[in-house]
């Protein structure tokens, strides 16, 4: 599992393992300040990068 | 005359083994098994018992129609004492035991008592103020242990405040848990004393210490993510519109399931967010920016991992307490394991 | 600066034909109230009633408090920049009604147009019983105007006039007309100390974050801002005004106007302390990495100010925790050795670990107890503000059962579970 948050912090004090930093609090996976297809390449990238940790071995709770 | 109300499972109330622990909560205006060891051991006093009995499985299943049972019989039988089992090193009987005494003791304020080995799971549901007796791992011990509980019973009628402190910490299972007490002086004051006491150098004690979450074994990476199923999982209360299996808002008791079979995105106007602990507005507006259905479907067109699953998971956090969202992720981890689901990503506001 | 400060301590409050304070007797009179208020009420109804430290009395549904606090001199108003233009504040001469509120309770005109973190949350005040501990308020007169906004007004002119009408008010009581009462006189500054003592800030973290979830300072709200330095004396001349409804976790303009922490340390400065003044800081904000910069920034404030230590306090609970923390953090970084005051979340049994957030460096804390416990809570006789209570959008409870709850029902039950010297602490 990774951990998509922006409290990243938190996160690795309740034993998360893979935790990756989300935009904003309100919209994780969102950046409603860029155009519609701007932000929907922006996600992509970003779950792209969320796929890469899931194949990431970590020993303790990381924040990538 | 003083009463004492008895719970015993299906076992000890001599009904059944096993194959009845789908018992219906009885009431029995009489003492019943190891409540008439009790009975006698306490017979130099006016005792009233009355028993209840519950199967184990009717108590998990129906907990809350057990409970409303429960407390018609309170108010009713209104007892002075209140004894669950002892229940040994038997889980769900413990946990019956535990939660029976510990909602006694919270709505009613009645001395409450039971019996359960340390390694019994209910020793993680004893309330306040319940004397949770320290027993052996079998049964077998029944004699001595009935022999202590009504040691307990007789101090906590006769409300001998020393002897009973000294009973709990030579007889009752050490379970330190956190409640609210009466300091000296308001906050604004021990702030102070404690800020000057820190900036002389001089000892102090930090009220709130800091606690460790105890680690789980670490997920293995995945080998190979084309072959891999994925799920997204989120605890940010998203949900369709009208929010049809009425999700709670703030601290989730339950967490859902819902299609996105053949979903390219998530649309505006279908699904909404029911949160209090972040302004919804944005993800209202477009609820990718939650589940990201658009991205994950391009990258699974893409080849990047091999199958998108055809349901998201959703509860709702905020205010919600760490143990009651552990076991709806468990609940859900285990529903994506049997589904073949190989990896998530969880959004969480 | 320095302010002189006039504290009326009343002993009854009932209706009278005038507003006016005998001895120790406030007389409020209805008509006085509604002449005051008739402008902004034109879609808002309204009722009026007293309620007496320990009179078997509910008040639910509870939006704001503030204490009668005027200029005494006409010229000049408190709570600067709510209805009325603002002035500064902080000198000169100020009265106050000390342990009277005007207390708003009542109901939006459109809470379905509302989104989940919008709505408001109940808070009760119970003047006597196992509740009054947890409420703010259960220890003072009240005068409570419970206002039910008709479907002509939106949410935010319904916000905005409760606010106008509780600082109408109390400035209107506060400059009530006074005789046969000699009230308690202080000169409130921070004048340099001579001995050498140890220089300390309070940082006060509110939270203010959109309509109906709001903190304004001299009327402006304080949701894009840097951490500030503000003076006492403004504190006490209400220039921190509270639009916050989330009801268990803000604190309410009145203890705004009469903060425990900065009475405190005025009490103690020159003796103990050298008290340099409050740094006004805000929580939620929406990115980790804004967390941090406002912890950055108030570590920095305090080290320019010159501080060897802080007092850190917070309105709110959840992630702005973290936000609290990073401040907590960056001061200790900086060299300033930092206490930190929070409520515990332990769980109704006490085994769930007490913090959202807590990093090495918050090594030094104050408890305000475990607000999860669940409370016994008999029915009282009257019920005002309101036909039910609340369960925090979940269910709705009728006022006149018992309630079995935890202290997040009681209006400002974080400070006030603090104020009443509660604390966690393990038990086996």
Known sequence: MVLITCLANVATQVGAYRIMSGNKFHYPVGNPDLPAAEEANWRAALLSAALKILQTPVDVPTVF | MVK?????????????????????????????????????????RDIEIATIVCGDNYFHEHEEAVLASLAEVMTQFAPDLFIAGPAFHAG?????????????????????????????????????????????????????????CADLAALLLDRDAGRLEAFKEEFCLKIPRRFTVQASAPDSERAVDMLLAKLRGAAFESEIPRIAVVPHPVPAAIQDLSQATLAMVTEGGLVPMGNPDRLESSRGTKYF???????????????????????????????????????????????????????YYVTTGTGAMPAKMQELGAGIAEELSASGVNGVVLTAT | MELELFDFHIDDIQWGDQTALVGGHLSVSLAGIQEQIKDLTQNIKWTAELARPGESKRIVHVLDTMIPIG????????????????QLVGTGQTERLRNALVTVAGSFPHPETLTPIEKPREGLIDMTGAGARYSHGSDYYHLVLTLEGEPALSNIAFDQALRNIGVRIARYLAGAEKSGAAPERKQI??????????????IYQIQSQIPLVRTFYYGEEISKTLPSFVHPTEFIDGAVVSG?????????????????????ML????????????????????????????????????????????????????????????????????????????????????????????????????????????LVLAPLDQVIGGEDI???????????QPLFFDPTIFFGAHCQMGASGFRAAFEN
Not at chain 2, 270 to 293: K, Q, W
């Open chain 2, 92 to 148: 769900r009987y413990g946990l019956a035991c535990a939660k029976t005494a510990s909602f006694v003791r919270e709505r009613w304020g009645v001395p409450v008592l039971t019996g359960l080995y340390e390694e019994n799971p209910g020793t993680r549901e004893i309330g306040r103020h319940v004397f949770a007796i320290q027993t052996g791992s079998s049964a077998a011990s029944m004699p001595s242990t009935i022999k202590r």
């Open chain 2, 4 to 44: 004492i109300l008895h719970y015993l499972n299906q076992f000890f109330a001599g009904i059944g083994g096993e194959e009845k622990a789908g018992q219906e909560f009885l009431f029995l205006a009489k003492a019943v098994g190891p409540g008439m060891l009790l009975r006698d051991l306490l017979k130099n």
């Open chain 3, 244 to 264: 916050n409804y989330k009801s268990e976790r803000k604190i309410p303009t009145s203890l705004h106007c009469a903060n425990p922490f900065i009475e405190e």
């Open chain 2, 257 to 311: 399931k819902y299609s996105i079979k053949e979903r390219d995105d998530l649309k505006p106007g279908e699904f909404e967010a029911m949160h209090t602990g972040y302004d919804t507005s944005t993800v209202n507006a477009d609820p990718d920016r939650l589940i990201p259905v658009d991205a994950m479907r391009s990258l699974e067109r893409a080849g990047h991992f091999a199958r998108l699953h055809d349901y």
């Open chain 3, 390 to 400: 609340d369960l925090h959008l979940k269910l709705k409870h009728d006022p006149h």
């Open chain 3, 189 to 202: 500054n921070l004048a340099p100390v001579e001995k050498k003592l140890p220089k300390i800030v309070l």
């Open chain 3, 71 to 86: 200029k005494v001199h006409d010229d000049l108003r408190t709570f600067p920049g709510i209805d009325a233009p603002a």
């Open chain 3, 267 to 374: 009490r103690r400065h020159g003796g103990e302390l050298d008290f340099l003044g409050v740094i006004l800081s805000r929580g939620y904000n929406d990115s980790f990495e804004h967390k941090k910069k406002m912890g950055l920034w108030s570590a920095r404030l305090a080290r320019c100010l010159g501080a060897d230590g802080a007092v850190a306090m917070m309105e709110g609970t959840g992630n702005s925790t973290v936000d609290f923390m990073q401040t907590v953090k960056a001061c200790e970084e900086e060299g300033i050795k930092t206490v930190a005051v929070l409520h515990e979340d332990n769980g109704a049994r006490g085994y769930e670990r007490p913090l959202v957030d807590h990093p090495r460096e918050a090594d030094a804390m104050i408890s305000r107890g475990n607000r999860s416990e669940k």
